[in-house]
């Protein structure tokens, strides 16, 4: 078995050359990167998480659904069972944005416990980015919307970390959105 350390680089620098060209989505354009590896810091710092399967996937989270990467490549890389949680925190983009929603939703409640931890980081750093500061051309009514249906997708992650249930919970809170 490959030692742990150069598993997790291969990772980091997978979604690092995959992202290089893709900036988010506020005002100072911040490189893309920052947010699966914030992803992937939240697991371990904040969530206590060291299963290596679940902080890779959180590396490659979003790889599939906003670069050319394909599920194969994941598999050849990273294996079948790190390729697994990706497809499934992957939205489907030939789905119209509020299907896609939606199933966000509606398939929370059926993911695996990896797939949940990523999902429940993921959205603990996209809500502390929209707390930070609003995304170019977003309303304050799109930003509230964007919590209020955060909060019906972490509803359906309940019971996988309390830690970052509890963080999550903090921002509804402030925002007043029913947790
Ligand atoms: P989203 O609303 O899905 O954008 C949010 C996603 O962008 C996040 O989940 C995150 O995904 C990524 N992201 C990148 N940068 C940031 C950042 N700085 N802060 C937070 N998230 C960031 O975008 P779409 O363009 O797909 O919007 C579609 C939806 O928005 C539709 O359902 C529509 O109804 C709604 N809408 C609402 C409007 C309104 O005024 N109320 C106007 C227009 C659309 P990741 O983790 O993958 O990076
Ligand atoms: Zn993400």
């Known amino acids: 078995m490959e030692p742990l350390m150069p598993q997790m680089m291969r990772a980091v620098n997978f979604a690092a050359v995959k992202h290089k060209m893709q900036r988010r989505k506020d005002m100072e354009e911040t490189p893309y990167i920052n947010h699966p590896i914030g992803v992937a810091y939240i ?10 399967v679940v902080i890779k996937a959180a590396l490659l989270h979003d790889t599939i659904e906003d670069t050319d990467t394909s599920l194969e490549e994941i598999k050849k890389n990273f294996g079948e069972k790190v390729a697994a949680v990706v497809a499934e925190v992957t939205d489907d983009k030939s ?18 416990h990896e797939a949940k931890l990523v999902k429940l980081a993921d959205k603990l750093y996209n809500l502390r980015d929209l707390k930070r500061t609003t995304p170019t051309d977003w309303s304050e009514e799109r930003v ?23 963080k999550l919970d903090e921002l509804f809170q402030a925002r007043n959105v029913k947790v």
């Open 43 to 52: 697991l371990t710092e904040e969530g206590d998480i060291t299963d290596p």
């Open 95 to 112: 789905k119209p944005s509020a299907q896609r929603k939606q199933a966000q939703i509606d398939h929370a409640p059926y993911a695996s």
């Open 144 to 166: 509230q919307q964007y919590f209020v249906w955060a909060s019906k997708v972490v509803h359906g992650l309940r019971g996988t970390n309390k830690m970052l249930e509890q």
